[in-house]
Nanobody, 120 residues
Framework: VQLQAYGGGLVQAGGSLRLSCAAS????????MGWYRQAPGKQRELVAT???????NYADSVKGRFTISRDNAKNTAYLQMNSLKPEDTAVYYC???????????????WGQGTLVTVSS
């Protein structure tokens, strides 16, 4: 499976960006899709995840500002980021737990990352 993430860019503090992540390849279903980020010199951290049933989980630092959504039919996840802050600057990675066939265990897959830069 391949995950293609896009939508990053340069934005001023207080602005908005929308990231997209499309999964392609041999996919039976995707249990969880999510976004992680890694700032320079820091470890990768969870931003938001969403199950196929719609359950969401957010990092405290983005609650109320970011919204994750999915289109299960298109195997695509989105991250709407509002009220961006300079500390949101990072490479954002898409992740998916993929079932390759019915009954198979989920296997994690990562996208290539998209850079989000928030200027003050």
């Amino acid at each position: 499976v391949q995950l293609q993430a896009y939508g990053g860019g340069l934005v001023q503090a207080g602005g908005s960006l929308r990231l997209s992540c499309a999964a392609s390849g041999i996919i039976f279903s995707i249990r969880v899709m999510g976004w992680y980020r890694q700032a320079p010199g820091k470890q990768r951290e969870l931003v938001a995840t969403m199950s196929s049933g719609g359950s969401t989980n957010y990092a405290d630092s983005v609650k109320g500002r970011f919204t994750i959504s999915r289109d299960n039919a298109k195997n695509t996840a989105y991250l709407q980021m509002n009220s961006l802050k300079p500390e949101d600057t990072a490479v954002y990675y898409c992740n998916a737990d993929v079932h390759y066939y019915s009954g198979s265990p989920p296997i994690g897959a990562w996208g290539q990352g998209t850079l989000v830069t928030v200027s003050s």
